[in-house]
Nanobody, 116 residues
């Protein structure tokens, strides 16, 4: 079982920045990928960014150049730096971890609101 705890959401003005953090409870030896997804009202959950244990990253086209995902395998954490946020990116952001046996775990989500 992997428990994920997210933090860092909140209210930010358009063009502003936020940094999300996610801490996993289990030894990162068994986690090979962590990522961030988001779900806006009336929309499906979508990938924002992911990073493998080896450091390979993947980004949604809409966030490339503005968002940066990073991880610390020793601390079992993953972070998402979000810059130049747009109101359309208002959503609940979820942390996801996938283990070596392809089992996926989700955090409870953190609200990000981009509004003036």
């Amino acid at each position: 079982q992997v428990q994920l705890v997210e933090s860092g959401g909140g209210l930010v003005q358009p063009g502003g920045s936020l940094r999300l953090s996610c801490a996993a409870s289990r030894n990162s030896f068994s986690i090979y990928l962590m990522g961030w997804y988001r779900q806006a009202p009336g929309h499906q959950r979508e990938l924002v960014a992911s990073i493998t244990r080896g450091g390979s990253t993947n980004y949604a086209d809409s966030v490339k150049g503005r968002f940066t995902i990073s991880s610390n395998n020793a601390k079992n954490t993953v972070e998402l730096q979000m810059n130049n946020l747009d109101p359309a990116e208002t959503a609940i952001y979820y942390c996801k971890a996938v283990t070596d046996v392809s089992r996926a775990y989700w955090g409870q989500g953190t609200q990000v609101t981009v509004s003036s």
